[in-house]
């Protein structure tokens, strides 16, 4: 799997936020999508339903059944374009027989269901009352079949099946390891989108009812009464084959979502658990790493190779040409010496070069080791504290609780506030001087990052100690005033005034 190929941006999300990125997946290949299922499901369950056309509901039944396997022509080109690659309508239709071949235990189940159904209702049997019995039994077995078919946490399983190919013992070890985090989420999903199912459904017939013309009436038969009295079977067939064609709508647009949005907590799990992001940032740090190093042995070689060039183009000139025309002894000792200063020459600018070479590596390797060293707190899992030293917080929840920005008599201003008609002004110079001293005090540990209803958590755990029932107190009229513009009572207030428990003012 080659995650530097991803078009998503990969990262921890939750999980409504995993089932949001798989819708937009479906969104944006949507068109990729229609094909194939346009090409090889539609025509498919079309025919299902021409063969069932004596008795449509069980051709339904059966289209029902065999969904595992039409959403895993769903699955086939949003896998392949979250990795950049864009499947054909042509490759989309190979995976449907594909899948029919794998899963032809489904396949039989639901044709011999589909079967056995069918002849159990069929109007033609004499005497109904004596086969109860076999069509109490043999719902019993469909229900019990269910499970075999797929979980409810069908679109988290499904990539696993399609995509990872596992089966048996290693197919139950991923399952449980995936649905850890994600399974209720998955339960949720096969809810909603059931309902949008019936949804899409219902609302197909109703528009064709609306869209009736005139004389023609079938509304009769429509009725929950005739449902429950069984004279909805007198419909004509061609009415039923119409409201097969609306139930294939609906499971084909359903289908698209739902497998797409399965497939984002598939995607989501896995980085959860196997530190998708946290790999592609590492993969991404050790390409820039290999650049940079790459880029300093070619600069080396290239600072070398220049100061060679540089020293023969000076050679190669008219002044460094050597006359031959003597053998004189003192003109030999003259071109010996001509020789050894080009050569001097030529190893000035090479040595020159690969000091300025290791000069640039050194300097690399020193600003990697600072770097390195001043952002450690990447690679530990939690700092600490040393133990005795407090932290220094200075700002909760977006108020300055710093003791040197609080007035000294603090409980004597705010009261000066809260008679001028400045309650929200007064609640909160009480509650910054509240989380001030029991930052001060070290009766607490408040971070900068909570919020009032951390603070509260905070402080409730560690009980009276940290004045817990006044801080509470405090905090809900703090919050009704700030946010709700609710003023609280005055016993409220004048309880707040008078048990006032930090007594130090801005030197507590």
Same mark, same amino acid.
């Given at each position: ?57 069980? &051709?339904?039944?059966?289209?029902? $059944?065999?969904?595992? =396997? ?6 086939? +080109? *949003? %896998? /392949? !374009? #979250? ?49 109860? &019995?076999?069509?109490?039994?043999? $719902?019993?077995?469909? =229900? ?6 797929? +979980? *409810? %946490? /069908? !679109? #988290? ?352």
């Amino acid at each position: 799997m080659e995650l530097e190929k991803v078009t998503a941006e990969i990262r921890p999300r939750t999980q409504w936020e995993a089932i949001d990125l798989g819708l937009r997946l479906t969104g944006e290949h949507s068109i990729s999508l229609l094909k194939g299922w346009m090409a090889s499901v539609f025509p498919l369950g079309v025919l299902i339903l021409a063969i069932c056309y004596q008795s449509v509901g069980w &051709g339904i039944f059966l289209i029902w $059944w065999l969904k595992p =396997i039409w959403e895993c022509v769903a699955l086939h +080109p *949003l %896998s /392949r !374009s #979250l990795f950049g690659e864009h499947s054909t309508w042509h490759d989309n239709m190979k995976v449907l027989p594909a899948e029919v071949f794998k899963n032809k235990g489904l396949v039989l189940i639901g044709v011999s269901l589909t079967a056995l159904g069918w002849f159990l209702h069929s109007d033609n049997r004499d005497d109904a009352s004596s086969n109860a &019995g076999f069509v109490f039994l043999y $719902w019993c077995v469909v =229900i019990g079949l269910l499970f075999y078919r797929s +979980p *409810l %946490s /069908r !679109s #988290l399983v499904l990539p696993i099946r399609y995509l990872e190919r596992l089966r048996g013992a290693r197919y139950k070890a991923r399952y449980q390891t995936l649905s850890y985090r994600s399974a209720s989420s998955a339960v949720g999903l096969t809810c909603i989108c059931l309902l949008m199912e019936i949804l899409l459904f219902g609302s197909q017939v109703y528009f064709a009812f609306i869209m009736l013309p005139e004389g023609v009436e079938i509304s009769e038969f429509l009725t929950w009464d005739a449902f429950f009295e069984g004279e909805f079977k007198f419909l004509p067939n061609w009415i039923w084959a119409v409201f097969g064609v609306f139930y294939l709508n609906a499971v084909s647009i359903v289908a698209w979502f739902y497998t797409g949005a399965g497939f984002g907590l598939y995607v989501n799990t896995r980085t959860w658990a196997e530190g998708w992001d946290i790999e592609l940032k590492f993969k991404g740090l050790g390409q820039r790493l290999g650049l940079v190093l790459l880029g300093l042995l070619m600069l080396g070689s290239s600072t070398r190779l220049e100061a060679n060039q540089d020293a023969q183009r000076v050679l190669d000139q008219e002044d460094f040409k050597v006359d031959t025309r003597g053998v004189y002894e003192d003109e030999e000792k003259e071109e010996e010496s001509s020789d050894s200063n080009s050569n001097a020459g030529e190893g000035v600018f090479a040595g020159i070069g690969q000091l300025l070479f290791w000069i640039i590596v050194i300097a690399a390797i020193v600003s990697l080791i600072w770097v390195i060293i001043h952002n450690l707190h990447v690679f530990r899992s939690g700092s600490k504290d040393p133990p005795g030293k407090p932290k220094k917080v200075t700002t909760v929840a977006g108020l300055n609780v710093d003791p040197e920005n609080l007035p000294s008599d603090l409980l004597g201003e705010a009261r000066k506030m809260w008679k001028s008609g400045q309650y929200q002004e007064a609640l909160g110079l009480l509650y910054r001087g509240a989380i001030s001293a029991l930052v001060t005090r070290q009766l607490v540990e408040i971070e900068e990052s909570d919020t009032e209803m951390d603070c509260l958590r905070r402080v409730v755990s560690r009980g009276e100690v940290a004045s817990a029932s006044y801080f509470a107190l405090l905090t809900n009229a703090w919050i009704s005033q700030a946010y709700a513009r609710r003023c609280p009572h005055e016993e409220v207030i004048n309880e707040l005034w008078s048990n006032w428990p930090f007594q130090e003012g801005r030197h507590q």
